[in-house]
């Protein structure tokens, strides 16, 4: 039996860092997926998923991430079921977090320095034009 999904979304909230009472970090966070096709009526659906990681992942997620940032989630879907405040019983399905890989783009001035970007362009050599025909030796 297999239980496995991949997600790549952007955090819809910052994500929310605690500790269990012995001391695990854990991290909860919400991804918006766009599905690949539109409606009928031309309109992008979009799924959201919760999203909680463990331990030192749960940390760095904290750490580095943000409301909007493109994370690509591999985890298990977890299903529970609960009664809500007025006694209603309810299902909810979370996705319980393996691996999470930030795919935004680190932006330098941000007060943290919690977005990833890409590294600034290599400025291209300038070539020098060479005339030397005079010591050819063919």
């Known amino acids: 039996m297999m239980n496995k999904v991949f997600l790549i979304g952007n955090l819809t909230r910052d994500p929310e860092l605690s500790e269990t009472a012995s001391g695990i970090s854990v991290c909860r966070f919400a991804i918006a997926v ?13 799924d959201f998923f919760n999203v909680t ?3 030192g992942q749960a940390e760095n997620i904290a750490k580095f991430t943000k409301k909007g940032s493109k994370v690509a989630v591999a985890g298990s879907i977890q299903i ?13 399905v979370d996705v319980v977090a393996d691996e ?14 919690s977005d990833f970007s890409a590294p600034a362009p290599k400025k291209k050599p300038t070539l020098q034009a060479f005339d030397d025909d005079s010591d050819i030796p063919f």
Do not use: H
Request: hydrophobic share 25%; charged share 35%.
């Open 80 to 92: 529970r079921n609960y009664e809500d405040s007025q006694g209603q019983k309810r299902t909810a």
């Open 34 to 46: 766009n599905r690949r096709f539109s409606s009928a009526d031309a309109e992008r659906q979009t």
């Open 53 to 55: 990681a463990w331990r």
């Open 100 to 113: 999470v890989e930030f795919l935004s783009a680190r932006n330098a001035d941000s007060d943290g320095g």
